[in-house]
């Protein structure tokens, strides 16, 4: 297992390779942005076709048994594996030029997040977990990942990339009260505000409506580098939904309180 994790891990390097070099000769380019939803605005470019048609064929080509799900395209087989591609996470940041967007890829086994990647093409970062591993790659330096050792939600960094992609009213106003706890609140990091939690410059990323290949990646990641991700259910992620990652179980907690909307006042002096 170990060894073909390896392999694993070596082929996700070269897939997000060939991602970075489709994403980057797109970005800041003059590309048409087709709308996928009739009453919302979810963008997809040429890029993040043509990034997820590439990485099909290479997984296909080398895993053939392998199943994949991917935001643009899927194709499932009956397979103990399946890989999970987000080609572009952050299409709306990378049609407005900012460079905090990502190729999210992922490896399951048995429903069991096995291995997790996030490329981050313009600040040439990239992340990794798998194993017990959790480390980030920059400018081809290898360094461990290790979160934040913070234990008080008053001293807390919160980021979401928009209370405006919360998936209803009621969790968008959840997020409000849980801002109002923490120190400072940042918005707009798509897939980076993961990567900077499990670097230690982040407390709390708290999102909903999330899908499978927009979260599946970052567990390995956070989850080796000490933290915590999970629903906000107290729930595996595999699925995607509503999404809590902490630096560590005492703030995952007082999270999953102020996020409840009963949000007992009885609660509030166990909180820091």
Same mark, same amino acid.
Request: aromatic letters at 8%; proline letters at 3%; one cysteine or more.
């Given at each position: 297992?170990? /060894? ?25 380019? #003059? ?5 996928? /939803?009739? %009453? ?42 399946? &890989? ?16 905090? &967007? ?39 330096? /290898?360094? /461990?990942?290790?979160?934040? %050792?913070? #234990? ?17 009213? %009621? ?41 499978? &290949? ?17 629903? &906000? ?29 009963? %949000? ?9």
């Amino acid at each position: 297992m170990v /060894k073909d994790l390896k392999k694993f891990v070596n082929f996700s390097n070269i897939l997000a390779d060939e991602a970075r070099l489709i994403s980057l000769k797109y970005f800041k380019r #003059k590309i048409r942005v087709k709308n996928k /939803k009739k %009453n919302d605005f979810d963008p997809v470019t040429v890029a993040d076709i043509k990034i997820q048609k590439k990485l099909n064929r290479l997984i296909l080509k080398y895993f053939p048994d392998h199943s994949i799900i991917g935001e643009e395209e899927t194709h499932i087989k009956n397979s103990a594996y399946e &890989w999970c591609i987000d080609p572009i996470d952050g299409t709306k940041s990378f049609i407005q030029g900012m460079p905090l &967007w990502g190729t999210l890829i992922s490896l399951s086994k048995k429903g069991n997040i096995i291995l997790g990647l996030a490329d981050i093409p313009v600040l040439d970062e990239r992340y990794i977990g798998y194993g017990k591993k959790s480390y980030k790659i920059i400018n081809g330096k /290898k360094t /461990k990942l290790k979160i934040r %050792n913070n #234990k008080k939600i008053s001293d807390s960094i919160l980021n979401t990339t928009s209370p405006y992609l919360f998936a209803n009213k %009621n969790d968008q106003s959840s997020f409000e009260r849980l801002s109002k706890r923490v120190k400072l609140t940042r918005l707009g990091g798509d897939c980076y505000s993961y990567c900077l939690l499990a670097d230690g410059h982040v407390d709390i990323v708290v999102e909903s409506g999330l899908n499978p &290949w927009d979260i599946r990646a970052l567990e390995p990641i956070i989850i080796n580098a000490g933290g915590i991700l999970k629903t &906000w259910d107290n729930k595996k992620i595999l699925n995607g939904g509503r999404i809590i990652a902490c630096s560590n179980k005492k703030i995952f907690n007082i999270c999953r309180i102020i996020l409840d909307k009963k %949000n007992p006042s009885k609660n509030k002096s166990k909180m820091g």
